[in-house]
């Protein structure tokens, strides 16, 4: 075989180049991955408040005329309003946690004494005790509870470092805005129909997730607070935040924290106490979201809870917290594309036929 025929062939020169092009890309773009994942928690938080912020910011951009100027305000803002706040209540509430957890460990808490009151609920944790060895295991979980909060709260370097690149690249978000869209719109292989449309989901997605859902939680937050306080819980700020935090989870939501504390309650012997804290939990904590969060988010956001909570929980499994934005982000970017694929495929049109996304006759975009 001639080296004409070669070059003709499947494995031509100009082939077997391109090839390698592609493999030197795949390989760059990965080691870029590499590089940038560890940091991924503060370009998320970093895209979050861009766009949460969006308004505001144009608001303020409308007044101070520089770019560099409005863009330098607006993150001394961002962090005096609403960073500043957040971690000072976060390590408030690291704090609390800590020292009730001490408190039991040091005090040795005992099972038999808090249920010795209540023969029938002493009896079956006494069967369950002489099987499981319910007090070791109780004591094992409070200190290993304890120390995992003691180094989360020495850590605070790295937070404060990730917080400080946050700040750093949404600065340059705030102002290059416009530089940035431009580059991502050119790096989408979709007409300006299509990029919308992605653009949209993802905008309206991380909205929806830090608007409506952070100020549910503000809300749900400072009503829990509010009864754990006249209920003269310990720690109410702790139990108050807390909640506020089990409710971006899915499905269960603030249950996770007011049921347990309903139990303990119980448990103690404060069946009064615990009888208003359910009440209150269900008709005020829990049902506020069903109030607020339609008027917030509207229907900006509607995906079905089994995908969202898989998303979610592999999402923080992967980046940690920040996984409550990213997994909507990315679930809500999937179903875009993928919706895209059908409005392309539907009527026996090929796929490299763009078409206008969402028309009921897919027709090929102009």
Same mark, same amino acid.
């Given at each position: 075989m001639s080296a004409r025929d070669l070059d003709s062939g499947w494995f031509s020169r100009e082939r077997v180049l391109t090839l390698l092009l592609c493999l030197a890309t795949l390989l760059s =773009?990965?080691?870029?991955? +590499?590089? #940038?994942?560890?940091?991924?928690?503060?370009?998320?938080?970093?895209?979050? =408040?861009?766009?949460? @912020?969006?308004?505001?910011?144009?608001?303020? +951009?409308? +007044?101070?005329?520089?770019? *560099?100027?409005?863009?330098?305000? &607006?993150? #001394?803002? #961002?962090?005096?309003?609403?960073?500043?706040p957040l971690a000072l209540l976060g390590h408030q509430m690291l704090k609390q946690g800590i020292h009730a957890l001490n408190r039991l460990s040091d005090e040795g808490f005992d099972w038999r004494q808090a249920v010795g009151h209540q023969p029938y609920m002493a009896s079956l944790l006494t069967w369950l005790e002489s099987r499981l060895d319910l007090q070791g295991q109780i004591l094992r979980a409070v200190g290993v509870v304890a120390s995992w909060a003691g180094n989360l709260l020495s850590q605070s370097v790295t937070v404060v470092m990730q917080l400080a690149l946050a700040l750093f690249v949404l600065f340059f978000l705030y102002r290059d805005r416009e530089k940035a869209l431009q580059m991502l719109r050119y790096l989408l292989p979709l007409n300006n129909a299509e990029q919308n449309l992605v653009l949209a989901r993802a905008g309206n997605t991380i909205r929806a997730t830090v608007n409506g859902a952070l100020t549910v939680a503000l809300v749900q937050a400072t009503l829990a607070?509010?009864?754990? @306080?006249?209920?003269?819980? +310990?720690?109410?700020?702790?139990?108050?935040? &807390?909640?506020?935090?089990?409710?971006?989870?899915?499905v269960f939501g603030t249950s996770l924290v007011w049921v347990p504390a309903s139990i303990y309650l119980f448990i103690s012997g404060s069946w009064v106490k615990a009888v208003i804290l359910i009440v209150w939990s269900i008709f005020a904590v829990a049902s506020i979201d069903n109030l607020l969060y339609p008027t917030l988010v509207g229907e900006k956001l509607r995906i079905h809870t089994v995908p969202t909570v898989f998303a979610i929980l592999g999402a923080i499994v992967?980046?940690?917290?920040?996984?409550?934005?990213? %997994?909507? =982000?990315?679930?809500?970017? @999937?179903?875009?594309?993928?919706?895209?694929?059908?409005?392309? @495929?539907? %009527? %026996?049109? *090929? &796929?490299?036929?763009a078409v206008t996304p969402g028309a009921s006759t897919p027709r090929p975009a102009a």
């Open positions: =773009l990965y080691l870029c991955y +590499r590089l #940038v994942l560890p940091f991924i928690p503060a370009l998320a938080i970093a895209v979050a =408040l861009a766009v949460a @912020t969006d308004r505001p910011y144009r608001s303020l +951009r409308s +007044r101070v005329k520089r770019d *560099t100027a409005a863009a330098a305000l &607006a993150v #001394v803002l #961002v962090t005096l309003l609403i960073l500043v607070g509010l009864i754990y @306080t006249v209920l003269s819980v +310990r720690a109410p700020l702790l139990w108050g935040a &807390a909640t506020g935090i089990a409710s971006f989870v899915p992967l980046t940690g917290p920040v996984g409550v934005i990213l %997994g909507p =982000l990315v679930l809500a970017i @999937t179903i875009a594309l993928l919706d895209i694929w059908k409005w392309r @495929t539907a %009527g %026996g049109h *090929t &796929a490299e036929e």
